[in-house]
């Protein structure tokens, strides 16, 4: 009789055992997907990303001053910021790829997002919001953003002082996809 009397209470309650069970079930995911995927990433080398560029098969050039003296004429923060700058252009895919280093998180934080809303808003190259194909991620030191709009794909990732912006034609963005993991910034 106890074993029934047993039975027919759990059967009874039932969803009282079962919901923390759940709760519990999917914080532990959660938790877990953070600590897999909320680790610091290693902050790329001027010279990490030189190789990878020049392993992709492109030149890089060192524009560091142009950069900064582009930036200083318009009284842009950045130009006082920047430690380093890396630029490759192939016209023939449309690519133009930009690697920074700044002199702390706030300006790679500050540039990442003055370009970005450039693009979103400013730069008149993509259509209607809803015709766009977006990403944006931001998780510990991390923070990536993409944008796909009819055949233009346009990159803006920074990685602690590191700010990544790169653009190309939508069917030779392997390369800049390549090089981004390459340096771990995927």
């Known amino acids: 009789?106890?074993?029934?009397?047993?039975?027919?209470?759990?059967?009874?309650?039932?969803?009282?055992?079962?919901?923390?069970?759940?709760?519990?079930?999917?914080?532990?995911?959660?938790?877990?997907y953070f600590f897999i995927n909320g680790q610091p990433k290693t902050v790329a080398t001027y010279e990490q990303v030189w190789k990878a560029v020049e392993d992709q098969g492109f030149s890089p050039t060192d524009t560091t001053k142009m950069f900064r003296d582009a930036w200083k004429d318009?009284?842009?923060?950045?130009?006082?910021a920047i430690q380093?700058?890396?630029t490759?252009?192939?016209?023939?895919?449309?690519?133009?790829?930009?690697f920074f280093i700044?002199?702390?998180?706030?300006?790679?934080?500050?540039?990442?997002?003055?370009?970005?809303?450039?693009?979103?808003?400013?730069?008149?190259r993509y259509g209607s919001s809803n015709t766009n194909q977006k990403y944006t991620s931001?998780?510990?030191?991390?923070?990536?953003?993409?944008?796909?709009h009819d055949n233009?794909?346009?990159?803006?990732?920074?990685?602690?002082?590191?700010?990544?912006?790169a653009e190309a034609n939508a069917d030779s963005n392997?390369?800049?996809k390549n090089i981004i993991e390459a340096i771990g910034y995927q």
């Open 74 to 80: 318009k009284n842009d923060s950045k130009g006082k």
């Open 1 to 32: 009789m106890s074993n029934k009397f047993n039975f027919e209470l759990i059967k009874k309650n039932l969803r009282f055992i079962l919901f923390p069970i759940i709760v519990l079930t999917l914080l532990g995911s959660i938790l877990i």
């Open 84 to 86: 380093r700058a890396l």
């Open 138 to 148: 931001s998780i510990s030191n991390f923070t990536v953003c993409w944008v796909k």
């Open 102 to 124: 700044f002199d702390d998180d706030e300006s790679a934080h500050s540039a990442r997002v003055s370009y970005w809303n450039y693009l979103r808003y400013d730069s008149g």
């Open 174 to 176: 392997g390369s800049i």
């Open 88 to 98: 490759f252009i192939d016209p023939d895919n449309g690519i133009n790829f930009n």
């Open 152 to 165: 233009y794909y346009t990159v803006c990732t920074r990685v602690g002082n590191t700010v990544i912006y």
